[in-house]
Nanobody
Framework: QVQLVESGGGLVQPGGSLRLSCAAS????????MGWYRQAPGKQRELVAA???????NYADSVKGRFTISRDNAQNTVYLQMNSLKPEDTAVYYC???????????WGQGTQVTVSS
């Protein structure tokens, strides 16, 4: 059974940092494009950052320069380093694995990030 397990969320003050991790199991991790999405209360889920299987990265304009996505294929893990956090970054963050040009797509259960003083 495919599993994506996120960790690293929590409560942080504005200007602080968090590092999210997503560990994947039962998939051939290295061939998947990986992404981090978030959903705030009353809002639609949105793409935060993505990294292709080739290592190309893409970021939402709202997080450029503050967030960094990376992957470790040996550990089947994707990371999201979040710096200079703002209250508007508060959301549930979800990990996504997508095999390009196929129907294979998986989601994690989400991890809560709250930015508040």
């Amino acid at each position: 059974q495919v599993q994506l397990v996120e960790s690293g969320g929590g409560l942080v003050q504005p200007g602080g940092s968090l590092r999210l991790s997503c560990a994947a199991s039962q998939i051939r991790f290295s061939i998947y494009d990986m992404g981090w999405y978030r959903q705030a209360p009353g809002k639609q889920r949105e793409l935060v950052a993505a990294i292709t299987r080739g290592g190309t990265t893409n970021y939402a304009d709202s997080v450029k320069g503050r967030f960094t996505i990376s992957r470790d294929n040996a550990q089947n893990t994707v990371y999201l380093q979040m710096n200079s956090l703002k209250p508007e970054d508060t959301a549930v963050y979800y990990c996504n694995a997508d095999l390009p040009s196929t129907v294979y797509e998986w989601w994690g259960q989400g991890t809560q990030v709250t930015v508040s003083s």
